[in-house]
């Protein structure tokens, strides 16, 4: 499994015009919605949410990368929203948040090492001033794409 395997152009927003953390997050939920990688965003929320409670997702440099592991995931796949202002989020810098990154990962046995996979993968490439900063100004989506997969 390869960064370039799970972002898919279809479920990111480069135009995320969201205020707070939970408008970010639901929107992003509805993409994962809309692309058929969930079957319900209400639950899918709650597993989110979940996650939440155990400690920020905020990794730093404008960046956050919710996720959790849950039973409404049909595939493994992740939403990705770069907004225009930065928006509060809980943080490792305490700066807020540009992009976000939503995991869609289900609850199967391999879930969590799915899950610990998906977040070092991404994790390599967030590590990384320039992807970062390529994303972030990024006009579409095969610009956030090229951002984390080249």
Same mark, same amino acid.
Not at 38 to 62: C, H, M, P, S, W
Not at 82 to 98: A, F, H, R, S
Not at 127 to 133: C, K
């Given at each position: 499994?390869?960064?370039? /395997?799970? *972002?898919?152009?279809?479920?990111? =927003?480069? /135009?995320?015009?969201?205020?707070? =953390? $939970?408008?970010?997050?639901? +929107?992003?939920?509805?993409?994962?919605? =809309?692309?058929?990688?969930?079957?319900?965003?209400? $639950?899918?929320?709650?597993?989110?949410?979940?996650?939440?409670?155990?400690?920020?997702?905020? &990794?730093?440099?404008?960046?956050? &990368?919710?996720?959790?592991?849950?039973?409404?995931?049909? =595939?493994?796949?992740?939403?990705?929203?770069?907004?225009?202002?930065?928006?509060?989020?809980?943080?490792? $810098?305490?700066?807020?948040?540009?992009? &976000?990154?939503?995991?869609? *990962?289900?609850?199967?046995?391999?879930?969590?090492?799915?899950?610990?996979?998906?977040?070092?993968?991404?994790?390599?490439?967030?590590?990384?001033?320039?992807?970062?900063?390529?994303?972030?100004?990024?006009?579409?989506?095969? $610009?956030?794409? +090229? +951002?984390?997969?080249?």
């Amino acid at each position: 499994m390869q960064v370039k /395997d799970i *972002v898919d152009v279809n479920t990111i =927003k480069t /135009d995320l015009d969201v205020k707070t =953390k $939970d408008e970010a997050i639901r +929107a992003l939920a509805e993409v994962l919605l =809309k692309n058929d990688y969930i079957t319900n965003v209400e $639950d899918f929320l709650k597993d989110i949410y979940a996650r939440e409670a155990q400690g920020q997702t905020g &990794i730093g440099n404008y960046i956050a &990368i919710p996720h959790g592991n849950s039973a409404t995931v049909k =595939k493994i796949g992740v939403a990705i929203g770069i907004t225009n202002e930065e928006i509060p989020w809980e943080t490792l $810098d305490g700066k807020g948040v540009k992009g &976000i990154i939503l995991f869609a *990962v289900g609850k199967e046995n391999e879930g969590a090492q799915t899950h610990l996979k998906l977040l070092s993968l991404f994790a390599r490439k967030l590590g990384n001033d320039e992807v970062i900063e390529a994303m972030l100004q990024s006009n579409n989506a095969e $610009d956030v794409q +090229a +951002a984390l997969c080249n």
